[in-house]
């Protein structure tokens, strides 16, 4: 499907963005790597200094890299974890929680795919983690185990002697299909869908946004950059993520 090109939002034309959102009942917000680019946590695809500039993927992230050598994993999956423990959520994360009160009694929900917990850090109360959580470890047979993840990690799980594991979807894992479903439903009911810092390349979250505008929401992109996503948008504003949600929440609290 081709759709017609979206018109670009300026921060100055926010009104577009605000009407239709005071007259919403339900806003899904799709978060990705960019909203957390500004706390200092690389993206995938930054060059440099990307997460994964010196790695293969494949073997630090796929469940067959687990298979092959969980120590190597964990290792991964700890030096990744040391430099979130030093981040902080930013602007754009404490506006998404605003938007909860701004917006109510519509209901927002936060759909992301990152792993850093910043989202709840910042007091949004509804977010559903496609990807998982780097705060959190897990049986590897999913007996039910699971805890946060604190310093001294056990190789083994307690209840069932499997292997421990972060709770993050690696590659070749499908998602977890309750929250996949959860968040595929709020796609179809948004009235207004935010897709912010994401470059739209993986899915099935991707394919969320194309669900929300085929079921008749307003797509709202926000990126710098064109993304995969761009067609399916209503409006694009190329901006970066705490630029854009700092704009908008001061439109609505004036608009209050
Ligand atoms: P991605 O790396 O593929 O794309 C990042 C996108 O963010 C790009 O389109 C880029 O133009 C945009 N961007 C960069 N700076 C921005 C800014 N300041 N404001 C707005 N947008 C900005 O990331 P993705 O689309 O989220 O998908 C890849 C995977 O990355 C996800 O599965 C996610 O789990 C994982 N990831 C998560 C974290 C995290 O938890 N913080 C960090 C890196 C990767």
Same mark, same amino acid.
């Given at each position: 499907? /081709?759709?017609?090109?979206?018109?670009? *939002?300026?921060?100055?034309?926010?009104?577009?963005? *605000?009407?239709?959102? @005071?007259?919403?009942?339900?806003?899904?917000?799709?978060?990705?790597?960019?909203?957390?680019?500004?706390?200092?946590?690389?993206?995938?695809?930054?060059?440099?200094?990307?997460?994964?500039?010196?790695?293969?993927?494949?073997? *630090?992230?796929?469940?067959?890299?687990?298979? !092959?050598?969980?120590?190597?994993?964990?290792?991964?999956?700890?030096?990744? !974890?040391?430099?979130?423990?030093?981040?902080?959520?930013?602007?754009?994360? !404490?506006?998404?929680?605003?938007?909860?009160?701004?917006?109510?009694?519509?209901? $927002?929900? $936060?759909?992301?795919?990152?792993?850093?917990?910043?989202?709840?850090?910042?007091?949004?109360?509804?977010?559903?983690?496609?990807?998982?959580?780097?705060? @959190?470890?897990?049986?590897?047979?999913?007996?039910?185990? &699971?805890?946060?993840?604190?310093? *001294?990690?056990?190789?083994?799980?307690?209840?069932?002697?499997?292997? $421990?594991?972060?709770?993050?979807?690696?590659?070749?894992?499908?998602?977890?299909?309750?929250? /996949?479903?959860?968040?595929?439903?709020? &796609?179809?009911?948004?009235?207004?869908?935010?897709?912010?810092?994401?470059?739209?390349? $993986?899915?099935?979250? &991707?394919?969320?946004?194309?669900?929300?505008?085929?079921?008749?929401?307003?797509?709202?992109?926000?990126?710098?950059?064109?993304?995969?996503?761009?067609?399916? +948008?209503?409006?694009? +504003? @190329?901006?970066? +993520?705490?630029?854009? /949600?700092?704009?908008?929440?001061?439109?609505? !609290?004036?608009?209050?």
């Amino acid at each position: 499907m /081709l759709l017609d090109q979206p018109a670009n *939002v300026s921060l100055e034309d926010l009104e577009k963005i *605000v009407r239709p959102l @005071r007259a919403a009942e339900r806003v899904a917000i799709m978060s990705g790597a960019g909203l957390s680019a500004e706390s200092g946590i690389p993206t995938f695809r930054d060059t440099g200094n990307g997460l994964w500039a010196d790695v293969d993927p494949m073997a *630090v992230a796929s469940i067959d890299g687990f298979y !092959r050598d969980p120590a190597k994993v964990w290792a991964w999956h700890n030096d990744l !974890r040391s430099r979130l423990a030093g981040a902080t959520p930013n602007a754009g994360h !404490r506006c998404i929680a605003e938007l909860e009160a701004l917006l109510a009694p519509a209901e $927002v929900l $936060v759909i992301t795919q990152n792993i850093d917990g910043f989202h709840q850090e910042a007091g949004s109360h509804s977010v559903l983690e496609l990807h998982g959580t780097v705060k @959190r470890i897990r049986c590897h047979r999913q007996c039910g185990f &699971a805890a946060p993840w604190e310093d *001294v990690i056990p190789e083994r799980c307690p209840s069932c002697g499997a292997l $421990v594991r972060p709770d993050i979807v690696w590659f070749g894992e499908a998602l977890d299909s309750e929250t /996949l479903e959860r968040a595929a439903d709020a &796609a179809l009911a948004a009235d207004v869908f935010f897709v912010i810092g994401t470059s739209g390349v $993986v899915q099935p979250a &991707a394919g969320l946004a194309v669900l929300a505008k085929d079921a008749g929401a307003l797509v709202v992109e926000v990126n710098p950059g064109e993304t995969n996503l761009t067609e399916f +948008a209503d409006y694009s +504003a @190329r901006t970066s +993520a705490s630029e854009f /949600l700092v704009a908008l929440c001061r439109a609505l !609290r004036s608009a209050c």
